[in-house]
């Protein structure tokens, strides 16, 4: 029972801790002088970095951002999982470390628990998680984005086509469905002031260059 214990303690709090840099914050002050708490909707995610700073900076904060799930998901499937586990105690194990970092983008605790949506966050982890169903998302995610422009809708629409793909592709692996089923909604709980907007219709749309300036959109 300690074994196990110890293993998932690692594995959130490693994933919590890693996904809380606030990289948007770090990217916009090092290498443009900006606070980006005091512009735009104050997110730290890479929407209100794209408003505020443009496409490379917005770009590589997203990365980075992907990252902070993709590395504790990595260190939860090679190094803490126990070899004897079977496919359900490996997949629960990271699902743990990427809800973990979800939480630690969202509520950093070196920020004043400040961040993002944790959407880019999720993805990384389901990169490693659900490779199949990563890439079939990110599809539907630009195709929203094009059609749509609009980051917050785009990001809640790809989040409800998640249990969706993931069933047929892993029907084998129940557990990666019911977390499927439970981020769905932790997405749309992170989009509620979102939702409001575009109840309203005040959610702007984002262009080729940068995201409208006369509304505020979170979603990260």
Known sequence: MFDVVWRVAVAAGFGYLLAGVPFGVIVARRLYHTDITKVGSGNTGATNIFRTLGWRAALSVALLDVAKGVVPALLARFVLADPAWNASGRDMLIIISGVAAMAGHMYSPYFRLRGGKGV????????????????????????????????????????????????????DRPVLFAFACVAVPLIFWSHRANIGRLLRHEEPRITMGRASDHNREESS
């Open 120 to 171: 880019a966050t999720a993805a990384g982890a389901i990169l490693v998680l659900m490779p199949k169903v990563f890439f079939v998302l990110f599809v539907i995610f630009v195709v929203l984005i094009l059609t749509l422009r609009i980051v917050s809708l785009a990001s809640m629409l790809t989040a409800v086509s998640l249990p969706l793909i993931t069933w047929p592709l892993y029907p």
